[in-house]
């Protein structure tokens, strides 16, 4: 056969797919493989900082039993500590606001007249606790004499006992100026005669504030300046009378912070509930305190956040992501998995959502107990991963935050 006229058959076999020995088509090399397009979207570290993206860990939840009541932290009773002026004087600070102390460390000090007059009480007290004594003592010498002597007075067994009365007396004022003069220890004493008292902390704690102005003169029993245990909080909250029966003493809770820019949803407290001994009948509402078993950076006097009770139940844990990790891209939810192979790469997954308690949803495929999810940045990565109401399969973002298609 004459080659020129079969050529053109020949050529059109190239342009044929090839085949295996089975009549299959050849698979495709791995570099075109790597070409198609993916359900994956390049996120390296530049661009989760641009785009301040942030990621929530999967947790097993009990999430259809589960309920949250605002509330705040605030300082337990006994977390405030006074220090009031003894007596009237001219004081001078040793510490300033927010500085930290323990216990005995020199919070301020005072000068008064007042207290030569309290050491002249106590040397008075002692003076006629003395004189007491002495006379006591004279009254039963005369008497032993006249036991002696076999004669005895009525008179000066009255006398004794109105004597001893008086002893008591005037130890008991003894007593108390010496306990008032030791109040105010410490003294150092000045060359124009006058002492300085130094007051000293009495626990550990920050000083809150100081109520008078530095080297003011004030009156006895002033407040000079007040401490707090940071350390000793609490978290308030008001339920519903309604919900009564789904509290306990004792129940172990959760406190989380609020869904907000900057906080990490992972970030609970462990607790342990006591419910108020009175409720509010307007209201309908009962007081819960929840005393934290560890404290963090956020939990601070004043800062809200939510009380999370779960009800005693031996079932219902699911895998749940935050609510907000999961956005609707025309009529599909999706969510963004971290890839567990490549920590610089999100995968969009269409969400099959299950029961949902308003912060954390229940997510039935395509996640495991150890994945990570998308948070801040979610809406982001849809806008980026949708083009005309359609999916895109895959692309990656600039250092600048802008997204290109695989496709480009």
């Known amino acids: 056969m004459n080659l020129f006229k079969i050529a053109p058959f020949l050529s059109l076999l190239f342009l044929l797919p090839s085949c295996n020995r089975e009549g299959e088509?050849?698979?495709?090399?791995?570099?075109?493989?790597?070409?198609?397009p993916t359900n994956r979207i390049e996120i390296p570290a530049t661009v989760r900082k641009n785009l301040g993206i942030t990621f929530a860990k999967v947790e097993r939840r009990k999430?259809?039993?589960?309920?949250?009541?605002?509330?705040?932290?605030?300082?337990?009773?006994?977390?405030?500590?006074?220090y009031r002026m003894m007596l009237s004087g001219h004081i001078e600070f040793l510490v300033d606001q927010f500085d930290e102390v323990k216990a005995g460390t020199p919070l301020y000090r005072f000068r008064s007249l007042e207290l030569l007059e309290l050491r002249q009480h106590v040397d008075l007290a002692q003076a006629s606790l003395r004189q007491a004594e002495v006379?006591?003592?004279?009254?039963?010498?005369?008497k032993r004499k006249l036991v002696k002597a076999n004669f005895k007075n009525a008179e000066l067994d009255t006398r004794i006992t109105e004597l001893e009365a008086e002893i008591d007396q005037r130890e008991a004022e003894f007593i108390a100026a010496s306990a008032a003069l030791r109040n105010v220890s410490q003294a150092e004493p000045q060359n124009d005669g006058t002492e300085w008292v130094t007051v000293s902390a009495k626990e550990v704690g920050v000083v809150d504030s100081l109520a008078v102005t530095n080297g003011t003169f004030v009156e006895g029993s002033t407040l000079i300046l007040t401490t707090i245990d940071p350390s000793k909080i609490r978290f308030h909250a008001m339920g519903l009378q309604?919900?009564?029966?789904?509290?306990?003493?004792?129940q172990s809770v959760k406190i989380v912070p609020p869904q907000a820019a900057g906080n990490d949803i992972n970030q609970s407290i462990e607790a342990t509930m006591q419910i108020g001994l009175a409720a509010d009948p307007r209201q309908?509402?009962?007081?819960?305190?929840?005393?934290?078993?560890?404290?963090?950076?956020?939990?601070?006097?004043?800062?809200?956040?939510f009380l999370e009770i779960v009800e005693e139940s031996s079932g219902g844990i699911v895998l749940?992501?935050?609510?907000?990790?999961?956005?609707?891209?025309?009529?599909?939810?999706?969510?963004?998995?971290?890839?567990?192979?490549?920590?610089?790469?999100?995968?969009?997954?269409?969400?099959?959502?299950?029961?949902?308690?308003?912060?954390?949803?229940?997510?039935?495929?395509?996640?495991?107990?150890?994945?990570?999810?998308?948070?801040?940045?979610?809406?982001?990565?849809?806008?980026?991963?949708?083009?005309?109401?359609?999916?895109?399969?895959g692309g990656h973002f600039h250092a600048d935050g802008t997204f290109h298609a695989e496709d480009h």
């Open 25 to 36: 088509e050849a698979a495709p090399s791995a570099e075109a493989e790597k070409e198609q």
């Open 63 to 82: 999430v259809a039993s589960t309920m949250r009541v605002p509330g705040s932290f605030e300082l337990q009773p006994l977390a405030q500590h006074e």
């Open 135 to 142: 006379k006591a003592e004279a009254v039963q010498a005369r």
């Open 242 to 250: 309604s919900d009564l029966p789904k509290f306990q003493n004792g």
């Open 284 to 305: 309908r509402t009962v007081a819960l305190f929840a005393k934290p078993t560890e404290l963090k950076s956020w939990a601070r006097p004043g800062v809200s956040a």
């Open 320 to 393: 749940a992501i935050p609510r907000s990790a999961v956005v609707k891209d025309g009529i599909t939810h999706v969510f963004f998995k971290r890839d567990p192979l490549n920590a610089n790469k999100a995968i969009r997954v269409e969400a099959d959502l299950g029961v949902d308690d308003g912060r954390w949803i229940e997510i039935k495929s395509d996640l495991g107990p150890k994945d990570e999810v998308v948070l801040d940045g979610v809406y982001e990565l849809k806008l980026a991963s949708s083009q005309s109401g359609t999916s895109q399969k």
